[in-house]
């Protein structure tokens, strides 16, 4: 009895790790990869799929193998100020200045402003983000909330919509550069912010397992590792389908020069006409608010915990869900323009922590983390800026420069006294 409930928990917390992981950014970058990668469209979904739920996984299994609960697992070794910093910037951008807002964003262009013309963007995130906040601020209940009911709905209306699409492809699949596809895939990783998400989502899992009646770092480690395997093996099959449905559009003039949510709008208008429409609109919804109430939820938890319990819970998922309302009012165009230089100098400082938090037993100078992220972030930064001389370094058309000097940097860093070491 007891075994059975167990299985029925991990994979009610796996579907709602789905849930909150396929939100905006995973609906709508897929597609246009495939588009944009066409006869390499599987390379450019493979890179897509490790940047993004890889590095997810990774994340997760980091947190834990440092049996820590919290980001700060992870980003504590760079030392407590730059690690409050790093800590902020992820939560900030998973919260009211990119994640959040971007969902309500897409659910507007793609659910609601093909359909209800009358219908100003303003009005539909406000009624958006006061459901954010009815649903999340009961925090024990979201991922019963998400894995119970919403997930099942969303899964099974994407599931239909790419087995139409691959049955009925919209036209053949051309050649398409390998190079381009790493880097295109990689970038649109990166966009999805599921990384990061996943160093929040980690307090979310084991909160949830603790309430109910799971203790132990085996019972807790075992749960959520198992739980973010479900989530990961319905993402892969979910990302492998639309990037293939995108691909197949690569051929066909009228789908040209679309931007993400235009895409994916003509590729369900083709398959289904207006039912399709109907139907698209509440799989974006659904993806769309179960993300926001997954990260909104974060949002409360984290900085409930920073500022050791003076600014409430509830007041935090007010306020971010306020200042999202604003943001979302940009537009999804404006927001992925604005996230994607954030992200690119965010990322490869994390993913280096992420890694080497599997071997901090054997680090003894804080030094190897610390030189390592500072570099990998300026040299990203460099390229941001447009810094010609980044483009002849090795890695750097598929977008990887900052890996060597990273590496050359973490060399440095252990022959440099560890002056803070400890802090």
Excluded at 271 to 300: D, E, K, Q
């Amino acid at each position: 009895m007891l075994k059975n409930k167990k299985t029925k928990d991990i994979i009610v917390i796996g579907m709602a790790l789905f849930s909150m992981y396929f939100g905006a950014g995973n609906l709508i970058f897929p597609p246009l990869l495939g588009q944009s990668t066409g006869g390499a469209w599987w390379l450019g979904f493979l890179f897509f799929f490790l940047f993004d739920m890889g590095l997810a996984i990774i994340a997760i299994l980091a947190v834990i193998h440092k049996n820590e609960e919290s980001i700060d697992g992870i980003t504590g070794v760079m030392g407590k100020i730059p690690s409050t910093v790093i800590n902020c910037a992820i939560i900030l951008c998973l919260g009211p200045l990119l994640a959040i807002p971007r969902t309500a964003a897409t659910t507007f262009e793609i659910s609601v402003a093909p359909v209800c013309e009358w219908c100003s963007s303003w009005l539909f995130s406000a009624i958006f983000f006061v459901l954010v906040i009815l649903l999340t601020l009961k925090p024990s209940k979201v991922m019963d909330i998400i894995g119970n009911y919403l997930t099942p709905v969303l899964f099974i209306g994407l599931v239909i919509l790419i087995i139409q699409g691959m049955i009925h492809p919209i036209g053949s699949i051309s050649s398409g550069e390998l190079g381009m596809a790493v880097k295109e895939g990689t970038l649109s990783g990166y966009q999805t912010l599921d990384p990061l998400g996943s160093m929040i989502f980690v307090m979310l899992i084991v909160g949830n397992a603790r309430s109910k009646g799971y203790e132990g770092k085996e019972n807790l480690s075992a749960i959520t590792i198992k739980s973010s395997l479900i989530a990961a093996a319905l993402l892969f099959a979910v990302y492998g389908g639309l990037t293939y449905l995108g691909a197949t559009t690569m051929t066909k003039s009228a789908f040209a020069g679309l931007s993400q949510t235009e895409l994916i709008i003509k590729i369900v208008l083709t398959h289904f006409g207006n039912f399709g429409m109907a139907f698209l609109g509440v799989i974006v919804l659904l993806a769309c608010l179960t993300t926001a109430i997954g990260l909104t939820s974060a949002m409360g938890a984290f900085f409930e915990d920073l500022t050791k319990g003076k600014v409430k819970y509830e007041w935090i998922v007010i306020l971010t869900c306020l200042f999202s309302y604003f943001t979302s009012n940009l537009g999804v165009s404006a927001i992925i323009k604005f996230s994607a230089p954030v992200l690119f100098i965010l990322y490869p400082g994390i993913l280096i922590l992420v890694i080497l938090a599997f071997f901090h037993t054997r680090i003894k100078n804080l030094n190897v983390y610390r030189l390592p992220v500072l570099v990998a972030m300026a040299v990203s930064l460099m390229e941001v800026s447009g810094v010609e001389f980044i483009k002849l370094l090795p890695l750097a058309q598929v977008g990887f420069s900052w890996i060597i000097p990273a590496i050359i940097a973490g060399f440095v860093g252990i022959l440099i006294p560890d002056f803070r070491k400890g802090e």
